[in-house]
């Protein structure tokens, strides 16, 4: 055994060695914490960013809509407006609610389960992009996520490439009509499930 090893197996080296490690583990770690509550505040900034931008889009949305079918019979349009503003203000309302909370997607897959099938199913598979999507996704966005994971299309076994955005929003349609998804706006949907109070 040469001097250099027998000098770092000195048990008072070794002693000192330790000492030093962990005195810089010491002054290392608030640093870590602190940056580690730094993402953690970033990400739910960016859900939150996201939010907010799909509820601008739609309340920007509805703003421009407001007053259609004015010239028709007065009585109908009122009726029918009133029913239509309802629904949206319900749905405005939902997605105002999920501002103050966070979203978890083991959540949003678990509880879906009752609801949907999610053995080969097409269905789940959009859900999915739109709950990977941090809770709300575009059309174009639930594209992106079939062609990523190379999903099939059930009857011609081909992939989503070459398909139009409007057969996949009709898919996710469906979805809101089964109150899985809520969409405000046409082409962004968010899901119903898997939003938490945050703590």
């Not at 055994?1 to 810089?24: C, F, G, V, Y």
């Not at 730094?38 to 809509?65: D, F, P, R, Y």
């Not at 809770?135 to 966005?141: F, L």
């Amino acid at each position: 055994m040469d001097i250099e090893t027998q000098s770092i197996l000195d048990p008072s080296r070794l002693e000192n060695l330790l000492k030093e490690a962990e005195s810089e583990l010491s002054k290392i770690k608030p640093e870590i914490e602190y940056l580690e509550e730094c993402v953690k505040k970033i990400h739910a900034l960016k859900e939150k960013e996201h939010k907010l931008n799909s509820l601008i889009i739609s309340l920007k949305s509805i703003q421009g809509t407001s007053g259609t079918n004015i010239n028709t019979d007065i009585n109908n349009s009122y009726i029918q407006t009133q029913n239509t503003s309802s629904k949206q203000l319900n749905k405005i309302d939902t997605i105002y609610q999920n501002e103050r909370k966070i979203f978890i997607p083991e959540v949003a897959l678990n509880d879906v389960k009752k609801s949907l099938r999610t053995k080969n199913n097409l269905n789940y598979e959009i859900y999915k992009a739109v709950v990977f999507n941090t809770g709300t996704a575009t059309t174009e966005q639930i594209k992106e996520y079939l062609i990523k994971h190379k999903i099939k299309q059930p009857k011609t076994q081909k992939g989503f490439e070459n398909t139009e955005l409007k057969e996949i929003s009709s898919r996710a349609n469906y979805l809101v009509r089964k109150n899985l998804l809520i969409s405000l706006t046409p082409g962004v949907f968010s899901t119903v499930y898997g939003w938490q109070e945050a703590d």
